[in-house]
């Protein structure tokens, strides 16, 4: 069975740093694409970025590109999000997840989740 269990969530002042890990289990995930996804309190859970496991082609949305990168360590299968330059509006769970055999941006069409993780960004 497939475990994503995410970690390295906080608080941190704006302009601060934050690296989020997600350990995979329960697969070989090189067919997977993997995916950060963040939800704020009063709003829908949002693309933040993915990754295709083989190849390590990324995405990233308009909001994070330049400040976060997503990578992927095949050894540890384990999935990262470092996030830089952190904004309030930065401040949300995080959560980690993953797509069977699919490129896609939309969470509803991924197949599994992580429990999330809090970041807070104070302003």
């Known amino acids: 069975q497939v475990q994503l269990v995410e970690s390295g969530g906080g608080l941190v002042q704006a302009g601060g740093s934050l690296r989020l890990s997600c350990a995979a289990s329960?697969?070989?995930?090189?067919?997977?694409?993997m995916g950060w996804f963040r939800q704020a309190p009063g709003k829908e859970r949002e693309f933040v970025a993915t990754?295709?496991?083989?190849?390590?082609?990324?995405t990233y949305a308009d909001s994070v590109k330049g400040r976060y990168t997503i990578s992927r360590d095949n050894a540890k299968n384990t999935v990262y999000l470092q996030m830089n330059s952190l904004k309030p509006e930065d401040t949300a769970v995080y959560y980690c997840a993953a797509a069977y055999s699919k490129i896609t941006l939309n969470p509803a069409t991924y197949d599994y989740w992580g429990q999330g993780t809090q970041v807070t960004v104070s302003s």
């Open positions: 990754i295709i496991w083989l190849g390590g082609r990324t």
């Open positions: 329960g697969r070989t995930f090189s067919r997977y694409t």
